[in-house]
């Protein structure tokens, strides 16, 4: 199976400054078919979990611009411009190149 | 709109059974693969189980296989799982989503809101 290692687990963030949480996984999330099947979701208070970043970088329909991903192979990062308020929740990285899917084990960000 | 709908969850002693199902509407659900994933209380996002979209193809992890059975009748536009032997720490949150429906990318883009399962005595 894939393991999906997230760093840090919490963070608390001032409203205007940057944040940005890190994604290992345990083998390369490069198909063969030259996509990542690598994404980031955001679980806000008492709801479903929402995909914000799709194959790695690429920004899912009504994500704000800042919001942003990088990486490859098994390194990924996203990247939050300026935290708002409405940012705040768990996030989660994912992969699907392979069942068992599996998700990182989330990121609280809570804004100070 | 898209919406998911699921139901069935419900408290159930260990050991027991449930059937949960799922009522997607507002895209082509025929056409689309399907999932369950689960979030135990207070904790992170596993996913459960995948169907193709003809159902000839059944995924799961590896916890709950021989256990549980997802279906779909395409017909009558839903999706369900099938829980049995069920155990205490097969309690939480039972998310139905959809596996690539946008056509955007091969990921969970539509969620229910979720039903919840509780095993306990």
């Known amino acids: 199976d894939i393991v999906m290692t997230q760093t840090p687990l919490s963070l608390s963030v001032t409203p205007g400054q940057p944040a940005s949480i890190s994604c290992k996984s345990s083998q390369s999330l490069l198909h063969s078919d030259g996509k990542t099947y690598f994404y980031w979701y955001l679980q806000k208070p008492g709801q479903p979990p929402q995909v914000m970043i799709y194959e790695v970088s690429n920004r899912f329909s009504g994500v704000p611009d800042r919001f942003s991903g990088s990486g490859a192979g098994t390194d990924f990062t996203l990247t939050i411009s300026r935290v708002e308020a409405e940012d705040v929740g768990v996030y989660y990285c994912?992969?699907?190149?392979?069942?068992?899917?599996?998700f990182g084990q989330g990121t609280k960000l809570e804004i100070k | 709109e898209v919406q998911l709908v699921e139901s069935g969850g419900g408290l159930v002693q260990p050991g027991g059974s449930l059937r949960l199902s799922c009522v997607p509407s507002g895209f082509t659900f025929s056409s689309s693969w399907m999932t369950w994933v689960r979030q135990a209380p207070g904790k992170g996002l596993e996913w459960v189980a995948s169907v193709k979209e003809d159902g000839s193809e059944k995924y799961y992890v590896d916890s709950v296989k021989g256990r549980f059975t997802i279906s779909r009748d395409n017909a009558k536009k839903s999706l369900y799982l099938q829980m049995n032997s069920l155990r205490v720490d097969d309690t939480a949150i039972y998310y139905c989503a959809s596996l690539g429906a946008t056509r955007i990318s091969w990921c969970f883009d539509y969620w229910g809101q979720g039903t919840l399962v509780t095993v306990s005595s």
């Open positions: 994912m992969q699907t190149i392979q069942f068992p899917y599996t």
